[in-house]
């Protein structure tokens, strides 16, 4: 069973698209022969659309392009290239670096939210994913089914009718409830004097859309566009080919065949038995090894604990679990030691004797005068580093996980720390349509689990909590404080942030990191969107 619909396309259409694309048919294509400017500007629409790209490429850009030289061009049959240099220095010498000069921009579509964050686990990746806030869900694919990931093999197992038709109602709640929740933000957020009737529906749409994405599962698909180079992907693919999720092997495959299209050389390696082949067999290794010895140690832990209740009357929570006491100490030593001519060691020891005043007159003359959140100081602020332990709905997880110059490490998805209700949910009225949509889908998870331990997250709504850590050092956790804490950003991962800042200065006693970050926002937005809805209406009316 081909678990992914396939689009259709006219005649013409198909004539066009052969030029641009390495497949019609297929959910994963590279794209070739078009502008870096074009590509990238595809896949930042791409991220607010509900089309594919092949049709939002048709509907929206092919008529501002000049596409008569490019008759000729058939993309989907691949490239042939003249590989003799790169094999013999890739090959023969194993230069890596030589794999970092080519690379693609590959549409991954019709990916579960649970692939997703298996294809934008690497740091050295671009990355732009479907986003919950500007989709509505209650949209069906061409093949008439609504938009989650169908296993073949669970579906049929004795269990697939089961799966699909409890998937199908937690998308047909979604959806009832959407309408509601949309016609009473409209009633609750008036229109203000001065806002268009499309600024002020944007907002009131994101809004409604945000309240209710924690109903959808895990399992529900999005579109992820991806620029990496060679040995990027690489890296990804040798780590998709052993990973224990199915969606994940098979979708591999599919993203081997097409980058072979276009940079075939960097990645010959890939599933070669006595190379990549070895590497996967290396990591499925250490991770069932692993996973028996932390079985056998640590089964009581391993077990679901009851230290989060399920339901809404558990709590979201970050802590704290680890920072340096000497951490302001040693950023600001490194901000002198390159401006001297002695060793960092004999620097740090001059600054610990240095006053709170004199400490701080350095740190914020590094730090400067940040006329916005992009103007971040230097390396100096990665001296020292803060370890959080998280807790939050899996939504703001999906957010948070972008952050890829950090590192986080999270635990598999399931029901047992509950999950959230929102405000807008309770204040409209709407509070026991949710829950029943959740119970629901906690009742497949705990069904799915045992036979399917792997496709059981799919299950999983949204709202539902996970655990994961966070570690970063001051000058990412400036930038993802500011970033997320800003007033259009989603309300749960606001919190996060907002507490992140307190306890780096309140627990870790870092006041002058703190102070440093001075574009962390602690207001409280009823719509969350409306003035950045308002600023890109400004843009568009100035053009």
Not at 229 to 244: D, F, N
Not at 525 to 536: G, K, P
Request: hydrophobic letters at 40%; charged letters at 25%; aromatic letters at 10%.
């Amino acid at each position: 069973m081909f678990p992914y619909a396939v689009e259709s396309f006219s005649a013409e259409e198909s004539d066009i698209l052969r030029r641009y694309f390495t497949n019609l048919d297929q959910p994963v294509f590279a794209l070739v022969n078009l502008p870096e400017v074009v590509k990238g500007a595809l896949f930042a629409r791409y991220s607010r659309s509900p089309k594919s790209l092949r049709r939002l490429f048709l509907d929206e850009f092919v008529g501002e392009l000049d596409i008569s030289g490019d008759a000729s061009v058939d993309a989907t049959v691949g490239l042939k290239r003249a590989e003799d240099l790169y094999e013999k220095v890739f090959l023969e010498y194993g230069d890596d670096s030589v794999a970092q000069l080519g690379g693609v921009h590959l549409a991954c579509e019709q990916a579960s939210n649970v692939l997703t964050k298996v294809l934008e686990w690497g740091r050295l990746m671009a990355y732009l994913e479907q986003s919950t806030r500007y989709i509505a869900y209650n949209q069906r694919l061409s093949t008439g089914h609504y938009r989650y990931f169908r296993d073949p093999v669970l579906l049929d197992s004795p269990l697939g009718a089961r799966y699909v038709g409890d998937m199908d109602r937690m998308f047909d709640s979604y959806g009832e409830l959407l309408g509601h929740a949309q016609a009473w933000l409209t009633t609750r957020h008036p229109r203000q004097s001065g806002d268009s009737d499309f600024v002020h529906r944007q907002a009131v749409r994101a809004k409604g859309l945000d309240a209710l994405r924690g109903l959808l599962p895990a399992g529900s698909l999005s579109n992820v566009g991806i620029y990496g180079t060679g040995q990027s992907y690489e890296m990804l693919l040798v780590r998709m080919r052993s990973h224990p999720l199915p969606e994940a092997r098979a979708y591999a495959d599919m993203m081997l065949e097409e980058l072979r299209k276009v940079i075939p050389s960097f990645l010959q390696r890939v599933d070669r038995a006595d190379r990549g082949g070895v590497w996967s067999e290396y990591l499925l290794s250490t991770r069932e090894a692993t996973g028996r010895l932390v079985g056998e140690l640590f089964a009581d832990l391993v077990a679901p604990g009851d230290d989060h209740p399920a339901g809404p009357s558990g709590q979201a929570s970050v802590d704290l679990l680890d920072f340096d006491p000497e951490g302001e100490d040693k950023v600001v030593a490194a901000i002198v030691a390159p401006r001297t001519s002695r060793p960092e060691a004999a620097v740090l020891e001059r600054v610990r004797r240095l006053g709170a005043d004199e400490k701080r007159s350095i740190l914020l003359a590094y730090a400067g005068e940040r006329a916005n959140r992009r103007h971040r100081p230097g390396r100096a602020f990665e001296r020292t580093d803060y370890r959080f332990d998280v807790v939050t709905d899996y939504g703001a997880f999906r957010d948070l996980q972008r952050h890829r110059m950090l590192t986080m490490d999270w635990q598999p998805l399931g029901a047992a720390l509950g999950y959230d209700v929102p405000e807008v949910v309770e204040e409209a009225g709407l509070t026991d349509g949710y829950v029943a949509s959740l119970e629901r889908s906690r009742d497949l998870y705990e069904a799915l689990a045992s036979g399917f331990p792997e496709q059981a997250p799919y299950a999983v709504a949204l709202a539902y909590r996970i655990r994961y850590t966070m570690q970063m050092n001051a000058r990412e956790a400036m930038h993802l404080v500011e970033l997320r804490s800003g007033p259009q950003g989603h309300p749960s991962y606001r919190w996060v942030a907002q507490e992140m800042h307190r306890q780096i200065a309140e627990r870790a006693g870092h006041h002058l990191l703190a102070e440093a970050m001075s574009h962390v926002d602690y207001g409280a937005e009823d719509l969350e969107r409306l003035e950045s809805e308002r600023r890109a209406e400004q843009r568009r009316n100035s053009l």
